[in-house]
């Protein structure tokens, strides 16, 4: 079946640098990525859609100069956490689908993060 | 704005039965899907629904009514490693799905 694999699982940095965040699709292609964000004992919140060869698509109330996504490849989608605060400490998680309607969205297994 | 609402919590005994409902009232509909969680992991599918009625999957079913804009996900003879949180998600337009804030599951012996 279909996989998304997600790099690092965890990550502890200081505060003020920056993180990235690498989702790859395994085993289809995926011009579209899915990028989310939960908080603890919270729902999944978009955060922005990754676009194979253009700009990402990012939600009300996402920064988009904070959280730089990258998909140059019809395989990869990277996020980077810029000047990393506390506050972004979260469980980031990336999804892609075949492309199809009424496939599933697949997910990566989040990635940890922790600023401190 | 989007709106998907289901409990918040709910528990049941092994061996039992339990239905946990979701409402939403979307901007678009493109078909509901219901993911299972287990804490620090990332959601696992369970099932899909586009079109009014039931789907089984072994021991869940999902149930759609699009004109009520409902939903249910159905657990049979429940398991302790059921215990977890069950996310209710609606497709817009495009792929991306808006998630409910999920229902946590708690099953005992």
């Known amino acids: 079946g279909a996989v998304v694999s997600q790099h690092p699982s965890r990550v502890i940095c200081k505060s003020g640098t920056s993180v990235k965040i690498e989702c790859r699709s395994l085993?289809?292609?995926?011009?579209?990525m899915f990028w989310y964000r939960q908080f603890p004992k919270q729902s999944l919140m978009l955060m922005a859609t990754?676009?194979?060869?253009?700009?990402?698509?990012?939600e009300q109330g996402v920064e988009k100069d904070k959280f730089l996504i990258n998909h140059a490849s019809l395989t990869l989608s990277t996020l980077t956490v810029t000047s990393a605060h506390p506050e972004d400490s979260s469980f980031y998680i990336c999804?892609?689908?075949?492309?199809?309607?009424?496939?599933?969205?697949?997910f990566g297994n989040g990635t940890r993060l922790t600023v401190t | 704005g989007q709106n998907i609402d289901q409990p918040t919590e709910m528990t049941a005994t092994e061996g039992a039965i339990v239905q946990i409902n979701c409402t939403y009232q979307?901007?678009?509909?493109?078909?509901l899907f219901w993911y299972q969680q287990h804490a620090g992991e990332a959601p696992t599918f369970l099932s899909y629904?586009?079109?009014?009625g039931l789907e089984e999957k072994g021991r869940f079913s999902s149930f759609l009514s699009r004109s009520k804009g409902y939903s249910y996900l159905l657990l049979k003879e429940l398991q302790m490693k059921d215990s977890a949180s069950y996310l209710c998600?609606?497709?817009?337009?495009?792929?991306?799905?808006?998630f409910g804030k999920g229902t946590t599951l708690s099953v005992s012996s």
């Open positions: 990754s676009n194979e060869g253009s700009k990402a698509t990012y």
């Open positions: 998600a609606v497709r817009l337009a495009g792929t991306a799905l808006i």
């Open positions: 629904n586009v079109l009014d």
């Open positions: 999804s892609a689908s075949p492309l199809s309607l009424d496939s599933p969205l697949h």
């Open positions: 979307t901007s678009g509909f493109n078909g």
């Open positions: 085993d289809f292609q995926a011009t579209t």
